[in-house]
């Protein structure tokens, strides 16, 4: 192992680390002078998760049909759209105290950001146009309830 990594000509050499072994297809140890003693397996490509959303995301290309397809992750499901889009028909009946309504716009607003975050890794909004639709019930029920409310007093 005498190749320095990353090295040329007129570069210095490259920090201490874990290279790829040029001579086979393990790591190899470089120490920021020279190739120390012993090797280990290149590992698997990690899995990147977003902690907003608790779902694994594949880094890299797209080998398992999932990246840049806009299919819908099997088993995943935007929670918050689902309470939000319920929270908001139950407002339109019934809404003491404009609790109903604002829960809706809260569990709504998460379930679109939710949605919108899922579009922008390259998967398919799950749960948008539920949130959108419990959104919209929320400010409406929240509107009338006030202006019903505001009448009475």
Same mark, same amino acid.
């Given at each position: 192992m005498?190749?320095v990594?990353?090295?040329? +000509? ?32 290149? +590992? ?13 995301? +594949? ?39 404009l609790?109903? $309504?604002?829960?809706? /716009?809260?569990?709504?607003? /998460? ?15 799950? $749960? ?17 309830? /006030? ?7």
């Amino acid at each position: 192992m005498s190749v320095v990594p990353g090295s040329g +000509p007129q570069s210095p050499p490259p920090a201490a680390g874990w290279y790829p072994d040029p001579s086979g297809g393990a790591n190899a140890w470089w120490n920021g002078r020279a190739w120390a003693d012993g090797s280990r397996d290149r +590992p698997a490509p990690a899995q990147e998760t977003s902690s907003r959303l608790g779902v694994p995301f +594949p880094s890299g290309g797209s080998s398992s049909g999932l990246a840049g397809t806009g299919d819908d992750l099997a088993g995943v499901a935007n929670k918050p759209a689902t309470i939000g889009f319920v929270l908001g028909l139950a407002a339109m009946v019934v809404n003491p105290v404009l609790v109903c $309504g604002l829960a809706a /716009i809260v569990f709504a607003s /998460i379930g679109v950001n939710r949605a919108t975050l899922m579009g922008q890794q390259g998967f398919s909004a799950v $749960g948008k146009r539920k949130a959108a639709w419990g959104l919209g019930l929320g400010l409406l029920a929240t509107a009338v309830s /006030i202006a019903f409310k505001g009448a009475l007093f």
